[in-house]
């Protein structure tokens, strides 16, 4: 295999200052241990919080609070972000208590459950980091790699129906993210003053090298025909392939997904990821690494905006990346295998899987979950149920809870409380099909609201649905506070982006399963606009669905909006295309 991408073989103006942050990091450390040490300032500097993320944090800053202290001349009001690495979203009830306590006791009394099925803190001041670090490692939890330029979190299906297959999603989730962790001992160092080693071998990254990878890479294993990862959406991907008796057969291996894209900028746009090969159980991990590799050292390591696999794959072709996949794991691989997705969401309420164990899907409204005044008991709640239940709690790709693998004896204990915090009171079928990034306050790139508003808007559109006799359909919506994409609003049927305060881009015309990207349709859209454009969409469409129709598809094939066909033209032919009928 081919050694890691020397920064050499690149002139030094020409790579991204983020490439001379990580080649003089010395493995990530950077002065982090000393800057957190610095009382004077809630902050870290800034080399250090391009590398920080490396270890699972974002240093923010409040910012509904920015005007008040810059007339009083203080200090922006500082924090940190920290993101778990939890392979396939599964933890134990133990574990659930322990991030209970962290949130209280050093967060702002909320857990945040991500579409990377994982949990984030928020408001972490400095002078609890270590603390926080140490309680998190004390649960045998890390937040190790869940940002940077490096292999992150990896998703796993979440099916309880089909109990076999999620088994193997799972432990193949938890063997990319151990087998593709970072060496460095930098984390524990730093977090839990261990001991630096010295007089031994020097310290090296055999599969990252000292630069890691031109951007970060995303991980996600998928059983259909539920596609809730999002497969298409992620850099990697892996899809169950299973045999007629519903054994695992073999994996379908995708390529070059991603989200992010820049406003005003056709040449990054987002993309939907390409199925590339067929392999054998038994050589997941070893593909795995070689994706992963080539794009280390293939990908733009001088312009971070085209460093994604997604303009890799664009730039060198499909086969050419597959052609040398192939030779770096010493095989050829076979064409990929059928297979059939047939939506992108969860399954809420009771399931039961093959071995008889139960399976609660709670719905958790863009992945928020505290106590809500006068209303569901969420934190609360699902603390008393983790201090009696004895099975294990999963996080869905959507932003939700599943309390899982519930002996059927323990459910109606379960049951009842439940029912005593109100943790399933009722939403509607938009509304359980809708998700949105954090954006503001604390996101330093939101350009507008996302979490704090799309209830609101969904609370609008709920009324136009009804209206027109589609408040029971399932449409997917999502929101983001940025073009970044962090809820992969360009693979919704309602995609809306932030373009500046108070306003939207309206992206339309995605497939319910996840498999096609939308197009834009309105620009800089205002909540009037929105909501108008979607009253007379939704009209037309209960008047001219066929039978089983989705809303993505029907606004594609009734002319209303331009099928996007691949992530190239994401950016061609967009706007209305077919004037509406007014009232």
């Not at 059983?223 to 892996?238: C, K, Q, R």
């Not at 392999?279 to 080539?294: F, H, I, N, R």
């Not at 305060?501 to 096609?516: E, H, K, T, V």
Request: hydrophobic share 40%; with cysteine.
């Amino acid at each position: 295999m081919r050694s890691p991408m020397s920064t050499d073989e690149i002139s030094k103006d020409q790579l991204s200052r983020n490439e001379h942050i990580k080649e003089a990091s010395g493995f990530l450390r950077g002065t982090l241990a000393e800057g957190v040490l610095k009382a004077a300032t809630g902050a870290i500097s800034e080399d250090d919080g391009q590398l920080v993320k490396f270890h699972g944090m974002y240093l923010q800053d409040d910012r509904d609070l920015r005007p008040e202290r810059a007339k009083k001349k203080l200090e922006k009001a500082y924090s940190f972000m920290i993101r778990l690495r939890i392979p396939g979203g599964v933890v134990t009830p133990a574990q659930w208590l322990v991030l209970d306590d962290i949130a209280r006791t050093y967060a702002n009394g909320s857990l945040r459950a991500t579409t990377r099925q994982t949990f984030q803190f928020h408001g972490v001041i400095k002078s609890n980091l270590k603390r926080t670090m140490r309680a998190i490692d004390a649960a045998l939890l890390d937040t190790i790699a869940a940002c940077g330029d490096v292999n992150r979190n990896v998703l796993a299906a979440t099916n309880p129906h089909q109990s076999g297959a999620h088994k193997a999603a799972y432990e193949l989730a938890r063997e990319i993210s151990d087998g593709l962790l970072p060496k460095t001992q930098a984390w524990r160092e730093i977090w839990l003053d261990g001991e630096r080693v010295v007089g031994g071998e020097p310290e090296d990254e055999p599969v990252y090298g000292r630069t890691y990878l031109p951007r970060k890479f995303k991980t996600v294993v998928a059983v259909p025909p539920s596609n809730e990862v999002d497969i298409f959406a992620h850099d990697l991907g892996y899809i169950a392939i299973l045999d007629d008796a519903g054994a695992l057969k073999g994996w379908n291996v995708t390529v070059g997904g991603g989200m992010g894209m820049t406003h005003g900028e056709p040449d990054t746009y987002p993309r939907t990821a390409d199925v590339m090969l067929f392999c054998e159980p038994d050589w997941a991990l070893k593909v795995a690494e070689a994706v992963m590799t080539v794009q280390r050292d293939w990908g733009d390591r001088t312009n971070r905006k085209a460093a994604r696999l997604k303009y890799t794959i664009d730039r060198r072709g499909l086969a050419a990346f597959r052609a040398e996949v192939e030779r770096r794991v010493g095989r050829s691989f076979p064409d990929p295998e059928p297979f059939h997705f047939d939506n992108n969401g969860d399954r809420y309420g009771w399931t039961e899987g093959e071995d008889g164990r139960q399976h609660l899907t709670l719905f958790i409204q863009n992945g928020r979950i505290r106590d809500i005044e006068s209303g569901a008991q969420l934190l609360t709640g699902l603390r008393r149920i983790a201090e009696i239940h004895d099975g294990e709690f999963r996080l869905t790709a959507n932003q939700n809870v599943m309390v899982a693998n519930v002996a059927p004896e323990k459910r109606a204990e379960i049951e009842a409380l439940v029912a005593a915090f109100g943790l399933t009171a009722g939403a509607t079928a938009l509304r359980r099909n809708s998700m949105a990034c954090v954006a503001l306050p604390t996101c330093g790139l939101a350009l507008s609201e996302s979490e704090r508003y799309l209830p609101d808007l969904v609370t609008l559109l709920d009324e136009r649905l009804a209206a027109h006799g589609l408040a029971e359909d399932e449409i997917t919506i999502r929101m983001t506070g940025c073009p970044n994409g962090c809820a992969r609003p360009y693979i919704a049927e309602i995609g809306l982006v932030g373009k500046g305060p108070d306003r939207y881009n309206l992206y339309l015309g995605a497939a319910f399963d996840g498999s096609r990207l939308s197009k834009l349709y309105l620009d800089n859209a205002d909540e009037a606009a929105i909501v108008t454009a979607l009253d007379g969409l939704f009209a037309a469409y209960a008047a001219e669905r066929q039978p089983g129709e989705r809303f993505g598809d029907y606004v594609v094939r009734a002319g209303h909006v331009g099928r996007t066909t691949a992530g190239r033209n994401f950016h061609d032919a967009t706007g209305p295309l077919r004037a509406l009928a007014t009232t």
